[in-house]
């Protein structure tokens, strides 16, 4: 007998709801993210549990991209497939994302950000996904050769058609994001979200201006890596473990990053965490929704208790000034 998924009643009693910037929407305060384990090497069967696990818990956003992987597209087939068997009831109560920009297929016309590569991107997203429409389609990133007017008619026309409710861009510095957000008004076409990295240990929207223009452009930021590719835990509090991200897939996160310094402030942090009553996680994923500057923090996972551990940071996002000062002290120790 299949297997029927039915949402649990209290889905929406734990999460808390941000607007997007001066949009309509709403995004979980804890969304997650498709970039690892929902590839052709993950395991199917934990990947629809983590997806039931998030929205039983109020996670109403599935964060994907045309190239997540690997192999390329397989995270949208897995995502498509999770959709159509457990979620198509529930379709009007969550948000799906999907971006292009990075490499894709062979050829001139698979990457970047030409209105070719766009055009066809969302159509071939949207059969993997077995969707319609998405609720925002993204910019993956900055292309430094298309014109930005011809990146965000693109954009634009695709939110017209009806294959995307909002348009987003990713990656984009202060410059361009101020430049396409005054495209797109001209096109009466709202840009709503700037999706960026964003940690304790990368600070760099702080640095390069996109948190403070973002809110005063009257747009959200959506901050992804939040755990600096799994930095921000207690993983590698005693050093590298055969089972982590370092050992197995050296990809994103390679063995030289973990320096002696990086793992005195990884332990110095963890000590701040645990007077909190915190994971060193939850406290890195809190401290991204410190402030209403970030709408909501992607989360990565391997597993559905890893979802469940950190879900109660949307509760708990509040700092002392000491305790604020005490971690930017640990991240400039010997930086």
């Known amino acids: 007998m299949a297997d029927i998924y039915v949402a649990s009643d209290h889905r929406y009693d734990r999460m808390i709801y941000n607007r997007v910037g001066r949009s309509g929407l709403k995004f979980p305060a804890v969304s997650l993210g498709f970039w690892h384990n929902f590839g052709s090497n993950g395991n199917y069967d934990n990947m629809k549990a983590m997806c039931r696990t998030a929205f039983d818990h109020g996670i109403t956003q599935f964060d994907l991209a045309n190239n997540y992987g690997p192999i390329y597209g397989s995270a949208e087939e897995n995502a498509g497939r999770i959709l159509r068997e457990d979620f198509m009831p529930y379709r009007d109560e969550l948000v799906i994302t999907t971006k292009a920009g990075y490499d894709m297929w062979p050829g001139p016309y698979g990457d970047w950000g030409s209105k070719k590569y766009l055009t066809a991107s969302i159509d071939q997203s949207l059969k993997r996904l077995g969707l319609p429409y998405v609720d925002i389609f993204y910019h993956h990133r900055m292309d430094p050769e298309t014109p930005l007017e011809e990146t965000m008619e693109a954009l634009a026309a695709i939110v017209r ?90 990809r994103f996160l390679k063995a030289d990053a973990l320096t002696e310094t990086r793992l005195h402030q990884i332990r110095a942090l963890n000590d701040l965490a645990s007077k909190r009553g915190q994971t060193l996680a939850q406290m890195a994923l809190s401290w991204i929704l410190k402030d209403d500057d970030v709408c909501s923090v992607l989360i990565g996972a391997s597993r559905p208790e890893q979802i469940e551990e950190n879900i109660s940071v949307a509760e708990h996002t509040d700092f002392t000034e000491e305790e604020l000062r005490e971690i930017d002290t640990i991240c400039e120790a010997d930086a």
């Open 161 to 250: 058609s009806g294959k995307a409710l909002y348009a987003g861009i990713s990656n984009y510095d202060e410059t361009h994001t101020l430049q396409a957000k005054a495209i797109m008004d001209e096109l009466h076409c709202p840009l709503i979200i700037n999706q960026r990295r964003y940690s304790i240990f990368d600070r760099t929207i702080e640095q390069d201006g996109v948190k403070r223009c973002c809110k005063e452009a009257g747009m959200g930021i959506i901050a992804f890596s939040p755990l600096a590719q799994g930095l921000l835990t207690d993983k590698y509090l005693q050093g590298i473990p055969t089972d982590s991200r370092i050992a197995r897939d050296g």
